[in-house]
């Protein structure tokens, strides 16, 4: 095991710091921006199902539901396709309204998750075209869909995901584009923009990790919080969702991710001063409107700890710290801004000695209900 984990004390580290390669890897070979091309066989084979779509409904569980919500950004956005996302166990007991104008994209790291699984065969019962994003080569959800895309994460054992959520978002962000090209809703230009900005991604990411020893002497002191608050908007939205769940995981601290905006209609009440709130506030999307939500948490004296773009100064005036990332395409930045939040849910939990790999009470692969 000790080999397995080569050199890192803990998979999910390694896991980790797998990620540039393995977002690398998810896009080899399928984008070549040199020729703007993004080759899909399952996209190509299928192209009219998702042009003649009434809409994407998403089913997934835990954080691959989370890449489905940063997917219904990316495809009503670029692609100009209306989305659902819906956590498998509810879709499937709710009589949904399902046509074979649907198509239901199904996003699974393991390929097993039983609810997931038991949602693409009742979308397939009413005649919705199934479309699997899955990691696990062979899979049943790989298998039971009509066609798919493969993260190629490479084996991920660290229970709390992590290379599989960001290999999640790089194939759907190709999908989208995709889609976006074929639909005739993007400029050759624009649809450039991404493609090489795309391939910039990796070495963003490897930018984003060195920020790991600030980071352990940031989670040296909220790791006594019992409670902390993510927030974000727009795209940076399910990223907050995802950091609070991974903290909640690994460390065992009650946490709660929010749309930054819908602080004021409950979870402000909470704030003081020993509420530590991590926000997400990078420059593109909504950068002012998040940054008069952080006046509004200092003035409650809350703790901020804000994960902002390279070289930002206002909000660094504000935070009790500021982690940066790297600049990017807005639509791009849960790939960058997730990467110092899976840091801080790491060495909070060491800190806590909690058992990072294996967390109590829960599975790498729910395969029963
Ligand atoms: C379990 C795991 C999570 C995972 C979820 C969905 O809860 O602990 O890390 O996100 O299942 O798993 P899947 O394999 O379908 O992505």
């Known amino acids: ?202 070495s963003k990411v490897e930018k984003a990790l060195e920020s790991n020893t600030l980071i352990e002497i940031i989670a040296d002191v909220y790791k006594d919080s019992t409670n902390c608050l993510y927030l974000g908007r727009g795209y940076n939205f399910p990223v907050a969702l995802e950091g609070a769940l991974k903290l909640k995981e690994i460390s065992y601290i009650h946490a709660e991710g929010y749309p930054a905006a819908e602080m004021k209609h409950g979870p402000i009440a909470l704030i003081d001063e020993h509420m530590p709130v991590f926000v997400i506030a990078t420059k593109k999307g909504h950068y002012e409107k998040v940054v008069s939500n952080i006046q509004e948490i200092k003035s409650r004296k809350g703790k901020i700890i804000a994960i902002v773009t390279e070289g930002d100064e206002q909000v660094r005036d504000l935070a009790d710290h500021v982690i940066e990332v790297p600049e990017t395409l807005e639509s791009l930045t849960p790939l960058l801004t997730t990467i110092p939040l899976q840091l801080l849910s790491y060495h909070i939990a060491v800190m806590r000695n909690c058992n990072v790999d294996q967390p109590r009470n829960l599975a790498k692969s729910v395969t029963v209900e």
Not at 114 to 126: M, P, R, S, V
């Open 1 to 202: 095991e000790e080999i397995e984990k080569g050199g890192y004390d803990h998979f999910m580290l390694k896991e980790i710091y797998e990620q540039p390669r393995a977002i690398k890897d998810t896009y080899r070979g399928r984008l070549l921006a040199d020729q703007g091309i993004i080759r899909m066989a399952g996209i190509d084979l299928n192209m009219e199902k998702f042009l003649n779509a009434n809409r994407i409904i998403i089913v997934a569980c835990g954080t691959s539901w989370h890449a489905g919500l940063v997917a219904e950004y990316i495809f009503e956005d670029l692609a100009r396709i209306p989305v659902e996302v819906e956590y498998a166990s509810e879709f499937r007991y709710r009589n949904p309204v399902i046509t074979d104008k649907d198509v239901l994209i199904a996003i699974s790291q393991s390929g097993e998750t039983a609810d997931t699984l038991a949602a693409i065969k009742l979308a397939k019962e009413k005649g919705a075209f199934v479309f699997g994003v899955c990691n696990v080569v062979g899979s049943s959800i790989a298998r039971e869909s009509d066609a798919g895309a493969y993260t190629h994460a490479g084996p991920e054992i660290g229970v709390a995901s992590t290379k599989a959520f960001t290999t999640q978002i790089t194939v759907l962000t190709l999908m989208a584009l995709k889609l976006a090209k074929a639909k005739g809703v993007f400029s050759e230009s624009r649809y450039h923009e991404y493609l090489t900005e795309l391939e910039t991604i990796p």
